[in-house]
């Protein structure tokens, strides 16, 4: 019998006749079919094979990936070209140190003439009962400063009430640096940043940022797109060139899905509306909200942060009604996935959340700001589990003042803009 996945990827095993297989490479079984014991990896096919691929972790973000070379399906040394079609259409670079042990573990199959074969020798064994094995993911809970930390200011090592930041595939920081009215990148090891926008002061001249509370960044290009929210205008720079390609706006959070389309949150008219890339002439369409402030499934009460999922489903962190919530593609009304049970330090409450990100397996990290916390709510439960932080208000290695930025790298290590400290802190993932 092969391992069945329960919510928070607890698994059972039964005694039975097996072969035991290596994890890293599959052959013989579907797009993201189980490949190892953790129900978080999935064979990913490789372009030009049939049925065959590598077992991957699933868990890692879709913005860390960038598409394999058009001509020949190369990537850079250390990652492989295979199909993710939950984050692209397009074949993407994969790092190969998440494929295979230790987060793809090998996986016992049934030995029976139907079994999928897989591109390695195998050894039949037996196996006896096994115990109910938790292989949930967690994280040291003391953080490592990987940004500023060096007091508030506006000094190339400092930063002043970061809200946000984003990781490419090299561990290269872009930081939302709120109150320098910056987006500062902080290259992997190194002891400072440097200015990629704004930094020329507070104001609305093109090359001016005020209060930018996002970025999204593009690394084929390194374009970026920033809800500039003190200026009411969402913004693309390219290369010190800037571009408006939404004015008039009350931005705060923003998203893009594997389509194209832009997301952004409204926190006046209470709603989340969608463009289609390149065609921002006009009013969006209201995809989350839109019926005034309020506490009901189909309104937002200050919608901040949003998360978009392969199904262009919407996750809404909403600032005032202390919860995160789901729009599906076309509803009319959302579900409420973390929070909703009023502001407090419970575990089934939330206080002022900021960024949501959600996994593919519907897993919900948050940022508890004023719990200083950060949250992980697993699909369907009715209350959640402290991940990193909840240990009061603080400075210490293992204290926020107001986490509001969540990422992961591609080693899923957890990055928090501790937007109080003035810092970026990491927490490195137990494996």
């Not at 374009?223 to 571009?243: E, F, H, K, P, Y």
Request: proline share 4%; charged share 15%; net charge negative.
């Amino acid at each position: 019998m092969v391992p069945t996945a329960i919510q928070c990827l607890v698994f059972v095993f039964f005694s039975m006749p097996i072969i035991r297989v290596n994890s890293l490479t599959c052959q013989g079984i579907s797009q993201y079919a189980q490949c190892s014991l953790n129900s978080a990896c999935g064979c990913m096919h490789m372009p030009g094979a049939i049925n065959a691929g590598i077992c991957g972790f699933t868990h890692l973000a879709c913005s860390g990936f960038v598409p394999c070379a058009s001509s020949n399906n190369v990537c850079e040394p250390g990652y492989i070209c295979v199909y993710h079609p939950v984050c692209y259409t397009l074949p993407i670079c994969y790092p190969v140190s998440m494929a295979g042990e230790p987060f793809c573990p090998t996986i016992t199959m049934t030995n029976t003439t139907t079994q999928p074969t897989f591109i390695t020798t195998t050894t039949s064994t037996t196996s006896t009962t096994s115990q109910p094995e938790n292989i949930n993911l967690k994280w040291k809970q003391n953080g490592i400063t990987v940004a500023g930390g060096n007091g508030l200011g506006q000094e190339l090592n400092q930063l002043y009430h970061p809200k946000g930041v984003f990781l490419d595939k090299k561990k290269n920081m872009f930081i939302v640096d709120y109150y320098n009215h910056r987006i500062v990148e902080w290259k992997y090891n190194e002891k400072e940043g440097q200015i990629i926008a704004g930094g020329t002061g507070q104001g609305n001249r093109m090359d001016q940022l005020n209060f930018p509370s996002v970025v999204i960044v593009d690394q084929q290009d390194h374009s970026m797109i920033i809800a500039d929210q003190g200026n009411g205008r969402v913004i693309r720079w390219l290369n010190q060139t800037q571009q408006i390609l939404i004015h008039n706006i009350d931005c705060y959070g923003l998203a893009m899905d594997k389509h194209g389309f832009l997301y952004v949150s409204d926190t006046k008219r209470n709603e989340v509306r969608r463009w289609k890339m390149g065609e921002y002439d006009n009013e969006g369409l209201v995809v989350a909200g839109g019926n005034g402030k309020g506490d009901q499934l189909n309104q937002l009460d200050f919608p901040t942060y949003i998360f978009v999922d392969n199904d262009q489903s919407v996750y809404i962190s909403e600032y005032y009604n202390h919860r995160v919530m789901k729009w599906r593609k076309d509803a009319k009304e959302g579900t409420i996935v973390a929070g909703g049970n009023g502001q407090g330090r419970n575990l089934n409450q939330l206080a002022a959340p900021e960024v949501v990100i959600v996994d593919h397996l519907g897993q919900t990290y948050v940022a508890d700001s004023w719990n200083n916390r950060v949250m992980r709510w697993c699909k369907g439960k009715e209350e959640g589990e402290i991940v990193v932080g909840g240990n009061g208000q603080g400075n210490q290695s293992n204290q926020f003042i107001l986490p509001m930025g969540l990422s992961f790298d591609d080693e899923i290590n957890l990055y928090v803009a501790d937007h109080y400290n003035h810092r970026i802190q990491k927490f490195e993932i137990i494996l």
